[in-house]
């Protein structure tokens, strides 16, 4: 147990220094781990609810975030450059990310060709119906998603990575509140990007 959260400090401070320098970045990931801690509530009430503020509020800001703010150039504060950081990156660089969200904006269209999905759905007949089985397919691709690069850690890496992984995702929006709940403040004083001091985030 105390390996694994050890990896999973070490993953969670790795994410950190190297994909969120930018302080519009971090009040972007607020606005997203709150609408997660949302869609997780939901989840137990309207799941199809959970799926569209997860997918359409939390992911979007989160990831306008790391596509438009976040730079991509040689990494001072690491000494890195950003091709490193994208091939050591143990979940959804921005690559995968890319296929991850075409996979999410295409999957609708899979009613198009089967308005009972196969079978699953009974087919829409008013636009809250059409939403809610959008809804549906979107909550199965994020879990789909979820799963797909856990197992495949466990096959490039080794089990426990991806475990640490899953872990780490399912609990970023605890996580980034606490890390991030300051950067807006930070923002509007003008800092535009996080010094990267260890003993602050640690």
């Known amino acids: 147990m105390q390996n694994f959260l050890q990896a999973l400090k070490v993953q969670r401070w790795d994410d950190h220094r190297f994909y969120h320098h930018n302080r519009i970045n971090q009040s972007l990931h ?12 939901l989840l ?15 992911m979007v800001s989160r990831q306008v975030g790391h ?9 001072e504060v690491n000494q890195v450059t950003h091709e490193y950081k994208e091939e050591v990156k ?43 089985h959008v809804a549906l397919i979107w909550l199965g691709v994020g879990a789909g ?22 872990t780490k995702i399912l609990t970023d929006p605890f996580h980034d509140i606490k890390l991030y709940y300051k950067a807006p403040i930070y923002l509007l004083q003008g800092q535009r ?5 260890s003993e602050q985030h640690a």
């Open 30 to 41: 607020l606005l997203s781990a709150t609408s997660f801690l949302c869609a997780y509530v």
């Open 44 to 58: 137990f009430i309207d799941p199809a609810a959970a799926a569209l503020v997860g997918w359409l509020v939390a």
């Open 67 to 75: 596509f438009f703010f976040e730079p991509k150039g040689f990494d």
């Open 90 to 132: 143990v979940g959804y660089n921005l690559k995968r990310k890319v296929v991850l969200l075409s996979i999410w904006v295409l999957s609708p269209l899979a009613l198009y060709f089967s308005p009972t999905l196969f079978g699953l759905f009974v087919a829409a007949h008013t636009l809250s119906e059409l939403v809610n």
């Open 145 to 166: 998603g979820l799963v797909f690069r856990t197992v495949h850690l466990f096959f490039i890496k080794d089990i426990q990575t991806g475990l640490v992984w899953i």
């Open 193 to 197: 990007l996080d010094p990267m001091n």
